[in-house]
C-alpha cells in the first residue's frame, strides 16, 4: 500500500528546544515537499527535494530545515522553535499526476 | 495577493444538490491539481488536468488554461462529500501555490 508516514502526529514544545519531524515514503518517489497549513491562509510550501541531496526552498522556509540523504525519509527540523510555527504539517509525495499526503502532525509551540 | 483564488470559502448544500467550486489563478502553469481534505485532516489527491475535463464518480474537474480558470463539480452530492477541497497549482514545475479551500457541507 502506497503510505507517506509522518512522526509525530502530535507535539507540544517549548520555545527553543530543537525538533524534527520525521516523513518516510515507500513508493520510490523522487519529489518529496514539506507544507504547512493555518486557518485563512491554507497551506504553504517550506521545501522541497526533487532527489536525493537535492533541496528548495518553497515559500516560507524561514526557520526550518530539512535533507534528504536518502530517498525514502524526508526529515524537517526545527532549530530553535518559535510560537509562530505552531501548525499543522503535512509532509507529500508527487509523481505522475497524484499527490501522496502524511497524515499531519500538529505542532505546538509555547 | 494570493496567486490561487477559490470560490466560495463556505458552501452548504442539499443532498442531492448539484455542486460547483471555482478556482482561479494568476501563475503560468500546465496543469492544476484538486485536492480534498477529509473532516478528520487527512488530504488525498482528487485529479491532475492539463485541459479539458476529467470524470471519476460523481466528480468532475474542468480546466481551462488561457482563462486560467478550473472548476470543481460534484454531481448528486451527498452528506460523504462533506470536506475542504483545495486546488493547487504547480508553477516552475516544481513549487505549488494552494487555494485557501473551500468548505462543503452537505447535509441530508
Known amino acids: 500500500e502506497a503510505q507517506v508516514t509522518q512522526n509525530p502526529r502530535y507535539l507540544i514544545t517549548v520555545t527553543g528546544k530543537k525538533l524534527t519531524v520525521t516523513c518516510s515514503q515507500n513508493m520510490n518517489h523522487e519529489y518529496m515537499s514539506w507544507y504547512r497549513q493555518d486557518p485563512g491562509l491554507g497551506l504553504r510550501q517550506i521545501y522541497y527535494s526533487m532527489n536525493v541531496e537535492v533541496t528548495d526552498k518553497g515559500d516560507v522556509p524561514e526557520g526550518y530545515k530539512v535533507s534528504r540523504k536518502e530517498k525514502r525519509n524526508f526529515p524537517l527540523i526545527l532549530e530553535s522553535p518559535s510560537p509562530n510555527q505552531t501548525s499543522l504539517y503535512f509532509c507529500?509525495?508527487?509523481?505522475?499526476?497524484?499527490?501522496?499526503f502524511g497524515p499531519g502532525t500538529r505542532l505546538t509551540v509555547t | 495577493k494570493n496567486e490561487v483564488e477559490q470560490s466560495p470559502q463556505n458552501l452548504t448544500a442539499q443532498e442531492g444538490e448539484f455542486i460547483t467550486i471555482n478556482c482561479s489563478y494568476s501563475v503560468g502553469i500546465s496543469a492544476l491539481h484538486w485536492l480534498q481534505q477529509h473532516p478528520g485532516g487527512g488530504i488525498v489527491s482528487l485529479f491532475m488536468?492539463?485541459?479539458g475535463k476529467k470524470k471519476h464518480g460523481r466528480l468532475i474537474a474542468t480546466i481551462n488554461i488561457q482563462e486560467k480558470h478550473s472548476s470543481l463539480h460534484i454531481t448528486a452530492s451527498h452528506p460523504r462529500d462533506s470536506a475542504v477541497y483545495i486546488c493547487a497549482a504547480p508553477y516552475t514545475g516544481n513549487q505549488f501555490y494552494f487555494g485557501t479551500g473551500t468548505s462543503l457541507t452537505v447535509i441530508p
Open positions: 507529500a509525495t508527487w509523481e505522475g499526476a497524484e499527490q501522496y
Open positions: 488536468l492539463s485541459s
